[in-house]
């Protein structure tokens, strides 16, 4: 398996353009998660779903912010517009059912810059 | 609500000096506790983790790690570190009604030759 997949790699945009990330997570994992990892506030948890329903997305900042999942192996993170505090490198990672049945694993990561 | 607390922020040893990485959590039933290490540009790897049972687990890259419950820790060691070992590390506590993970804000573990 290649582990979980996301692209792009790095994303440099403009304040107020629509952003869009994208995941891939590992074939059988029926969780997904988002983080955000900033250098001020470490690694957030934004979001996240289990067998295709997010759960709880208590962590998305704003209404700025959707994730959607519309099947098992392809996830977006959607920022719309955005701006110069969503700098930051967005993790996504997927599990086994249950923490008990395996770790995380996490892709590696996009790195996005809001100019 | 679950919450991790790892109080140094960055750490510097000399190659062969021993580690030991502080993390405290906050949970009111017995916690799921990892210890996760991310190396520069890329994501985080799982080291070790404990669930129940002993409480010295032994994880990869000669890494172990001991839960203390009395003192609500889980602080991750190694007896030697290696060059390589410079990155950054990650405590991060669940449960086992879900699959959320929360994270510590790290420890960026420099290593001298």
């Known amino acids: 398996d290649a582990g979980v997949i996301q692209s792009p790699r790095h994303e440099v945009t403009e304040m107020g353009q629509e952003v869009t990330l994208r995941c891939k997570p590992i074939?059988?994992?029926?969780?997904l998660f988002w983080y955000r990892q900033t250098m001020m506030r470490g690694l957030e948890l934004l979001i996240y779903f289990n067998n295709n329903v997010p759960i709880d997305d208590s962590g998305m900042p704003e209404d700025r912010f959707s994730a959607k999942m519309p099947n098992a192996s392809f996830s977006t993170l959607k920022i719309q517009p955005s701006e110069p505090r969503d700098s930051a490198v967005y993790f996504c990672?997927?599990?086994?059912?249950?923490?008990?049945?395996?770790?995380?694993?996490f892709g590696p990561g996009t790195r996005l810059t809001v100019l | 609500a679950q919450s991790v607390t790892q109080p140094d922020i960055h750490i510097t040893v000399s190659e062969g000096a021993s580690l030991e990485l502080r993390c405290n959590y906050s949970y009111g039933a017995t916690p799921y506790l990892f210890w996760y290490v991310q190396s520069p540009g890329q994501g985080l790897q799982l080291l070790l983790k404990y669930f129940s049972g002993d409480t010295l687990v032994q994880g990869i890259k000669g890494f172990e790690a001991e839960f203390k419950r009395s003192q609500s820790s889980f602080n991750l060691r190694k007896p030697s570190v290696h060059w390589s070992d410079a990155a950054e590390y990650f405590c991060a506590v669940g449960a086992s009604n879900t699959d959320k993970l929360i994270f510590g804000t790290g420890t960026r573990l420099q290593v001298f030759p």
């Open positions: 074939s059988g994992h029926n969780s």
């Open positions: 990672a997927s599990i086994q059912p249950g923490l008990a049945g395996g770790p995380y694993f």
